[in-house]
């Protein structure tokens, strides 16, 4: 009885808070684990929780961030993309040969190599969501010829070299030492998305109120925009804390973190606000249902497998600029990694349910342990396993979740 | 009186099966025709013709006396021809606001426009009468009789002119099936042309004026309720006979 209204009033006061359950427990698991790394790295130079570390862990977890909301969204329609690692680093490629010097490459602006590879990867993404919507191939079996295609092609348009190195201007994508915004814009930036959050919660309680639809106790809103500004100014402090070497010059966030940032939040958005994000969950949820409702079901795969392309060939672009050279085998199974985070956040790989801001602490969860593991010197076996059991306790979580709210 | 939807020899062959052969049928406003037959009788493939999920082969469809052409679900859509199916089609993961407007969603701008969608689902909601907690929640945990109503509610806020229901109540407890009879009456009351196709005989005397029977893809026939039995309809829908003593009820308006 005394469990059983504990219980209760637990699950009331997550229901006022308006907020997924399964974010929070993320949340409060993160916090954990980086509290755990934190005691575990408490005599070392580079503490888990130190400046640097942060910083450097932001940039580890861009590339699987850039990519994890589009696998979101596959995901969540029951279909499941196993090249992207492969796409990244054809793509990777692809943009290397353009912008190097002749005679290794072809000499081309940047611009047109960033460009190029966008494309590219779009195309790529969409031919094989053809196939998937079009002719009803199984997405597993596409997107594995893709995996082995790309890897392959990836060799081959290369003759099997390394190249670079990188365009300067390129390399500010990569967060290297020209790569960070500094101190005054990561200010203008954070002082922004406050702005933003503030005038969200705002407009929408004013609008509900008005239209006479239930709202969130004050309280509840309070600590829920609170809770959110609070950490985006200690995002901002973090990366203002850690300074270029031999300076006291702060770096600011890394041009990566920012572009993660911004396509997360654009994916979110989407997934939230648009007929197109509704309709992803549609499809996931009921595809005969999508189509007797008018929805065009096959043209919204192809554009989501698209979108999944070009988000692979923008973290190819990330991973290029920050090695400054491209090889064979940039990115070589990242494609586990970032279905792994979609997982790991909550995504549901029989469709249907999934958020983008889960899959994005998911991503931030794995680089977090890698990260943490690495600090503490475990060997790179163990690293695996203590992921790989990582992310079977999240799925039978997140199974045993979804069953009890049938 | 012009009937509200006129389907005329129909023909729609899948492979070498000829799925509807020949099929003519009618309604007009405010009337129920019921339609019976075996599974695979033709029923479900004729009624997905008509709200635009399969093409026919030949044949005409008028609606209101103008001859349509309905390629797709929107198609049907545009003339007022709203579809409950018996899976109910609803998105389990959606809530009830999504649901409602599945397709047709109001924007402002390119943003879904959440708050209206929930006020006119609310007031639509409230017309049927059934109780639905909150529409925030996934319509995969409401009772069935809620899922029902939901599905009802899209049709019904998109001002149907003919309504199609397979099965509307095939997975309905007792109380729950006695309210979607009533609101069946309601929407006829209104003028509300409806195809309910049921295999609960029982449903089907109580509410449909006509009864056009179906077996192999053919329509066996098109009689009163009033004027048939239990038995005669059973006679049609086995023995593929119609009853002696009925009259043909396929071309003239109801009880004109």
Not at chain 2, 127 to 152: D, E, N
Request: proline letters at 4%; one cysteine or more; hydrophobic letters at 50%.
């Amino acid at each position: 009885m005394q469990m059983q209204s504990t219980s209760r009033a637990r699950t009331n006061l997550v229901q006022s808070l308006g907020v997924d359950g399964r974010i929070l427990t993320m949340l409060v698991v993160l916090a954990v684990v980086w509290a755990v790394f934190q005691l575990f790295t408490l005599g070392q130079p580079g503490q888990f929780l130190s400046p640097q570390n942060l910083w450097n862990l932001s940039v580890q977890t861009a590339v699987v961030g850039i990519m994890v909301g589009g696998m979101v969204m596959v995901i969540v329609t029951r279909q499941i993309d196993l090249s992207v690692g492969s796409i990244l680093g054809f793509t990777g490629m692809i943009m290397a040969l353009i912008q190097t010097v002749p005679p290794l490459g072809w000499g081309g602006h940047w611009l047109l190599a960033l460009l190029a590879g966008l494309v590219l990867g779009a195309l790529i993404g969409a031919f094989q969501g053809y196939w998937v919507a079009y002719w009803g191939v199984p997405a597993f079996v596409v997107t594995l010829a893709g995996l082995l295609i790309f890897r392959n092609a990836t060799f081959i348009v290369a003759s099997g070299r390394t190249i670079g190195p990188l365009d300067d201007n390129f390399k500010v994508l990569g967060g290297g030492l020209n790569g960070s915004i500094g101190e005054f814009w990561t200010w203008v930036v954070g002082l922004v998305v406050m702005a933003l959050i503030i005038y969200q919660a705002l407009s929408n309680r004013s609008r509900r109120l008005k239209n006479g639809l239930p709202v969130r106790p004050v309280w509840a809103e309070g600590l829920v925009t609170g809770t959110l500004l609070a950490l985006v100014l200690a995002f901002v402090l973090v990366m203002n804390a850690f300074p270029y070497p031999g300076t006291n010059t702060p770096r600011g966030m890394p041009v990566p973190v920012l572009i993660t940032i911004g396509v997360l939040f654009l994916l979110n958005w989407v997934a939230l606000n648009t007929r197109f994000g509704r309709y992803v969950f549609a499809i996931g949820g009921n595809p005969e249902a999508a189509l007797l409702a008018g929805i065009n079901v096959k043209r919204m795969l192809v554009a989501v497998f698209a979108l999944m392309g070009m988000l692979a060939a923008l973290a190819g672009a990330v991973q290029a600029a920050r090695l400054n050279f491209v090889t064979n085998s940039m990115g070589n199974l990242l494609e586990l990694d970032v279905i792994a985070a979609a997982v790991i956040g909550g995504t549901a790989l029989a469709g249907g349910s999934g958020t983008i801001v889960g899959a994005a602490l998911g991503a931030l969860l794995m680089s977090s342990l890698r990260s943490g593991m690495v600090l503490m010197g475990l060997p790179t076996e163990w690293q695996n396993v203590v992921l790989g059991l990582v992310l079977l306790a999240a799925v039978i979580w997140n199974t045993v979740y979804l069953r009890s709210r049938r | 009186m012009t009937p509200l939807i006129e389907m005329q020899n129909i023909n729609l062959r899948f492979g070498g099966n000829q799925a509807l052969d020949n099929v003519s049928v009618n309604l007009y406003p405010g009337e129920v025709v019921g339609l019976l037959g075996h599974n695979g009788a033709g029923k479900s493939t004729l009624i997905k013709v008509l709200s635009g999920a399969y093409q026919a082969d030949s044949g005409r469809i008028r609606v209101g006396g103008q001859e349509v052409s309905i390629r797709t679900p929107q198609d049907a859509q545009a003339q007022g021809i709203e579809t409950i199916y018996q899976t109910l089609a609803l998105a389990d993961n959606l809530d009830a606001v999504a649901n409602v407007f599945l397709g047709r969603e109001k924007v402002r701008g390119v943003i879904l426009d959440e708050d209206i969608m929930e006020l006119e689902a609310r007031k639509t909601l409230d017309r049927l009468k059934v109780k639905i907690p909150s529409l925030r929640l996934p319509v995969a945990q409401m009772s069935g009789g809620q899922r029902q109503t939901v599905a009802i509610s899209r049709a019904i806020y998109f001002k149907a002119r003919c309504l199609i229901m397979d099965e509307p109540t095939a997975a309905l407890g007792p109380e729950e099936t006695a309210k979607v009879r009533e609101l069946i009456k309601a929407l006829k009351a209104e003028g509300v042309g409806i195809f309910l196709i049921s295999h609960d005989l029982h449903d089907v005397f109580d509410l449909a004026d006509r009864l056009t029977v179906m077996k192999n893809g053919r329509v066996v026939g098109t009689v009163y309720t009033q004027d048939v039995s239990h038995d005669d309809v059973l006679g049609m829908i086995i023995g593929g006979v119609m009853p002696k003593n009925a009259r043909p009820a396929d071309l003239p308006a109801p009880r004109a």
